[in-house]
């Protein structure tokens, strides 16, 4: 059985803050939808090759974090009930946590110290997107007003700022994400790429921005390109672009069939997925190099992807029928390469060669499965010392 | 377990050989009340033998002692009622005068010959010697005869004791004074069924004048509040059954033992988690009782009260589990046992039983985080069984 430690340490890097959930497919927001971090959800954080989850535990009231290179197990000190529309965002840096309940924003510091407000919206927030190694957080709210946050590496407040989503009184930003180097890039209903400068946007209380009229159609979904600061995906009615930030380019485009909804995954690398009827097949769409798309076929036969995860060469999938399937991308094409049957009765995490499943135990019961060995690790009874009144 | 139950039995069979000596009546065993009540019977028959002088030892029912009195030839019949008339009154005296009673475990037998006697009169100090188990086992109207029978030894008639071996009136044979004596016993019984004193037939009601007793009650130990949450019990109640022996080494005694074992079983659940408990121990220990009453109503005189106090050994087993978890642990304990029992006469000596006590068996399970160091009430209902060896 795994014992608490009070503190949760992540080494710096240029790590991302991956979300793993069956939600649907998030548009029209910045980052990831704050649904994607409430107590139902688990989160992975990936750094220098090595993924951490961490999921609430109600029955605890604290976050357990499982390392998935040393098959360990880790709790946060007790964080108090959760409750509808309550959410939390971990840090990756340091141990501090967002404590996110409606509007209000708190920063939750470690065993013994109290939560503190640090930013209140207008409205419910709805999305968030992050540069973790910078420090950087942009909150949204259902009107659309975006909440800058800079945090220090040790977790004190440096900055904040709410600006609206209306850039120069006229360009509205309707989804965005946060790119490396603290970027904040929005598209606009006009199917404009707004580049924001966080630091001079923060420094001077006013959005600094860089445009580029792209004439983007119904731009929906902005996602990140790994190892491409300046390189973003943006999708629009049928069709996804590689865009050069700088250049203010499309450099690569793929266009979907007639008819075909796309799913969006910023699990592991951020790419769209969908569903041929036509040649019965799933096509994932990624970069494959910081200047082209890949489509991608991959035939699966009597079970459908509720989750995937990209990562390099390979593609990580928990299908309708409870396997978890690792598929090599080669470069000519793709082949399933493990397939590990699980009881996906609870929160699920995936990453290139793990999948962890938080089951609905009070007692508590965790599997992390070994993709690539076949092997798994159980963590049970866990909570027994730290029940709570439910 | 096997080493308990023998030293029990040990201890038993030495307690009973070592009580074999006799016992002065007229207070302290729970067959005092028995005696007085059938004293006041045969003193209220006698009270009333004035207004049945024209029928005495006259009978044409059904009971056993009509039965020996319809044997009689009538020269008989007339001398049986006339010594009753002659001897009443005397009797009515010795009833209120100082005869000493006295309870004996023996078998009671006189120099003259091998047989076996319920009582023996001692004429010479006005004793009377009663065989505790016979009388136990006595209906109260055979009781009565017993009494009469004896206490008229302890009279003069004609100058002189009567003895059952020698010829008396009618009754001229050799066991005519035994004859005579047993009919006006029967005569005074029929009196007393007349006027209403006893019934004609006695129902089977149980006495309590047995001294083993076989017992199963089921009932259920409180569950403290620490137990219930660590343990997940949504009841305060934890469901159990008791079984046992209580043993009194001679019908007369109000200190026997006890010899039971105990054991709750039972499965709760709170929420998601399901609780569940196994905990048995067996105990033996000193048991005390009482007949409280002595109304005159068999019934009512009939009721016992016992107290027991036992020291014993056990094992406890708690089970958490939820739907992918599942944790035991084990442990062994002494235990103390208190309770106070009430026990109802049923019929054909079954008794209804009834026990609040309480329970003391602490423990401490590590590693699943349960412990009990409380003192748990517990409440039993049952049924038990006695009877005599």
């Not at chain 1, 397939?339 to 089951?359: C, F, H, P, Q, R």
């Not at chain 2, 096997?2 to 050989?17: D, E, K, Y």
């Not at chain 2, 009567?162 to 001229?172: K, N, R």
């Not at chain 2, 066991?175 to 019984?189: I, K, N």
Request: proline share 3%.
């Amino acid at each position: 059985m795994a014992f608490s430690i009070k503190k949760f340490l992540l080494p710096l890097g240029s790590a991302l803050i991956l979300s793993c959930s069956a939600a649907p497919s998030d548009r029209f927001q910045i980052g990831e939808s704050i649904e994607q971090v409430d107590a139902n959800t688990m989160q992975v954080v990936e750094a220098d090759g090595k993924a951490t989850y961490y999921a609430y535990d109600p029955y605890s009231r604290r976050i357990n974090f499982v390392d998935s290179a040393s098959d360990t197990l880790q709790f946060s000190r007790d964080l108090g009930p959760t409750s509808a529309g309550r959410f939390w965002l971990a840090s990756q840096t340091s141990s501090y946590y967002f404590d996110i309940k409606g509007n209000s924003i708190s920063l939750t510091l470690p065993e013994g110290e109290s939560s503190q407000e640090i930013l209140r919206m207008a409205g419910i927030i709805k999305s968030y997107a992050a540069d973790f190694s910078q420090g950087y957080f942009a909150f949204v709210d259902e009107f659309f007003s975006i909440g800058i946050i800079k945090m220090s590496a040790a977790g004190t407040l440096e900055n904040k700022w709410i600006g609206s989503s209306i850039i120069n009184g006229e360009l509205n930003g309707v989804a965005g994400d946060m790119v490396p180097g603290g970027h904040l890039v929005l598209v606009t209903d006009k199917g404009t790429l707004v580049n924001i400068d966080l630091a001079a946007t923060l420094a001077n209380e006013t959005w600094s921005h860089v445009d580029h009229a792209l004439n983007f159609n119904q731009a929906n979904w902005v996602g990140r390109v790994d190892g491409a600061a300046d390189r973003v995906l943006i999708l629009e009615y049928q069709k996804l672009n590689l865009v050069d930030l700088s250049a203010g380019a499309v450099l690569a485009s793929v266009t979907f069939p007639a008819g075909t909804i796309p799913s969006d995954s910023k699990r592991g690398q951020d790419h769209i997925f969908y569903y041929s009827s036509a040649s019965d097949k799933f096509n994932v769409i990624f970069p494959d190099t910081p200047n082209t798309l890949r489509e991608l076929p991959i035939k699966l036969i009597g079970s459908r992807p509720v989750l995937t995860y990209l990562a390099g060469q390979s593609l990580t999938a928990l299908t309708e029928s409870q396997k978890i399937i690792q598929v090599e991308v080669r470069p000519a094409d793709a082949v399933v390469t493990t397939s590990t049957e699980i009881d996906a009765k609870g929160k699920i995490g995936l990453s290139a060669n793990v999948g962890l499943v938080m089951y609905d135990s009070p007692l508590g019961y965790m599997k992390l499965f070994h993709l690539d060995t076949g092997s798994s690790t159980t963590f049970e009874a866990f909570n027994r010392e730290n029940l709570q009144s439910q | 377990m096997a080493r308990i139950v023998l030293g029990f039995l040990l201890f038993i069979f030495i307690s009973g050989m070592a009580n074999a000596s006799t016992w002065i009546g007229n207070g302290g065993s729970i067959m005092d009340t028995e005696l007085r009540s059938a004293l006041q019977h045969l003193k209220a028959a006698a009270r009333d033998v004035p207004d049945h002088a024209d029928e005495l030892c006259i009978c044409q029912g059904t009971s056993d002692q009509c039965a020996l009195l319809k044997d009689l030839s009538p020269d008989r019949m007339d001398f049986c009622g006339d010594f009753i008339l002659a001897m009443n009154g005397r009797l009515l005296k010795l009833l209120d005068g100082n005869v000493k009673y006295r309870w004996s475990s023996e078998t009671l037998k006189t120099g003259k010959g091998s047989r076996d006697f319920d009582a023996i009169a001692q004429p010479g100090n006005n004793h009377i010697i009663i065989n505790e188990a016979r009388f136990a086992r006595m209906q109260t109207a055979d009781r009565i005869q017993l009494l009469a029978h004896e206490l008229l030894h302890l009279l003069d008639y004609k100058g002189r004791r009567l003895t059952d071996e020698e010829p008396v009136g009618a009754f001229s044979t050799e066991q005519g004074g035994r004859q005579l004596l047993d009919s006006v016993g029967a005569a005074y019984v029929i009196v007393a069924m007349q006027e209403g004193y006893i019934p004609l037939h006695e129902q089977n009601l149980s006495r309590p004048f047995r001294n083993i007793f076989l017992w199963g009650m089921s009932g259920s130990r409180f569950a403290n509040s620490a137990l219930k949450s660590d343990a997940f019990f949504d009841e305060h109640w934890i469901k159990g059954s008791a079984w046992g022996v209580t043993l009194y080494p001679r019908v007369t005694d109000n200190l026997g033992w006890t010899l039971a074992y105990y054991d709750f079983h039972d499965a709760q659940s709170a929420g998601k988690i399901r609780g569940k408990i196994h905990q048995y121990l067996t105990e033996a220990g000193p048991e005390y009782r009482l007949v409280p009453f002595s109304t005159g109503k068999p019934f009512l005189d009939s009721i016992q009260i016992s107290a027991h106090i036992g020291l014993g050994y056990g094992r406890v087993r708690h089970d958490i589990s939820d739907d992918y978890v599942q944790l035991n642990e084990v442990k062994s304990s002494w235990a103390g046992i208190g309770n106070v029992r009430l026990h109802v006469p049923l019929i054909y000596d079954f008794w209804l039983m009834m026990e609040s006590g309480f329970a003391y068996m602490p423990y401490e399970l590590k590693n699943i985080g349960i412990s009990n160091k409380t003192i748990s009430q517990q409440n039993f209902v049952g049924v038990s069984y006695g009877f005599q060896y």
